[in-house]
């Protein structure tokens, strides 16, 4: 996702009083958030907006990465994980990587058909490329592609895992399930609608993670994408939401036990206005200091 992308017309969000017959919000019930949390949900940043190692360490961040294969910035406490980003990265680029040991983001939300904030593939092209991707990088250990929610678009996670079963009699391999949550700002709204709108939105996002065929039923879960935007996709929604959405997801991952890291996009104000953690003088936000103070 780009933060001035224009969000095409089929990324349409419901509302809770009208549940759309769409598969990707079937109700599931979910079980999780009882017994002991196994760890206390890390942080990854994207680096889109340009930060650097101190603030990165203020924030008490994990991990980084960009939409690239290539290491295109290093710190030397933080490790940077590559990506495969499209169809493109996969045949010029993959096979730099054929050395590396570590994780690979999988394609980032191949479903966005805006060609400057995802992959832009349709199933069938996904399916193909996810295939050739392990054929050209055998053995390693991927994320899955990053599809976006709550969004309704032309296919989704369970669309690309059973099409890929149907196509090659085997699902597709990914060890970590990656998902994107751009928690929607509805203007006409009150603070405690959109709240409620978002968990509810966000529940049914991971009851369907929970609903995934058994193969991934121990595959962590990555927000590799978190935000908030308004309707109109391009202006953040104001602070006080973001702080308040923010604590509510991080808790809410807490409680499952299953996610293990959250990444906010993006680090600085420039990208978009109130919802990052740094202002431009790389001072702290409202949301800067729920997300440093997380640890």
């Not at 969004?151 to 895992?161: H, M, S």
């Amino acid at each position: 996702m780009t933060p001035n992308m224009v969000w095409p017309a089929l990324l349409v969000y419901m509302t809770p009083e009208v549940l759309l017959p769409y598969k990707l919000y079937l109700p599931v019930v979910y079980g999780g958030g009882e017994g002991p949390v196994p760890h206390r949900v890390r942080k990854s940043l994207n680096l889109v907006g340009g930060i650097s190692c101190t603030e990165l360490e203020d924030l008490n961040t994990d991990w980084v990465y960009c939409w690239s294969p290539t290491v295109g910035f290093v710190c030397p406490d933080i490790p940077w994980l590559p990506m495969i980003r499209d169809r493109n990265q996969l045949d010029t680029q993959a096979h730099k990587l054929v050395d590396y040991d570590g994780i690979i983001l999988g394609f980032n939300e191949p479903e966005n058909q805006d060609c400057a904030a995802g992959a832009c593939m349709t199933l069938d092209e996904l399916i193909t490329a996810w295939h050739d991707l392990e054929t050209v990088l055998p053995g390693k250990t991927f994320t899955s592609p990053a599809f976006i929610y709550p969004y309704l678009v032309d296919y989704n996670i369970y669309d690309f895992v059973n099409g890929y079963y149907a196509k090659y009699g085997t699902w597709p391999r990914f060890e970590i399930i990656a998902v994107h949550y751009y928690a929607p700002f509805l203007a006409d709204s009150s603070q405690e609608k959109n709240l409620g709108n978002n968990r509810f939105w966000f529940e049914n996002m991971w009851n369907r993670i929970e609903a995934l065929p058994a193969v991934y039923q121990n595959c962590p879960v990555w927000i590799t994408e978190a935000g908030v935007h308004c309707e109109n996709g391009l202006d953040p929604g104001p602070r006080l939401f973001a702080k308040k959405w923010l604590e509510w997801e991080l808790n809410y991952l807490e409680a499952t036990g299953r996610c293990e890291y959250v990444n906010w996009f993006g680090p600085r104000q420039g990208i978009w206005t109130f919802t990052v953690p740094l202002y431009a003088n790389g001072h702290l936000t409202e949301v800067g200091q729920v997300w440093r103070n997380w640890q």
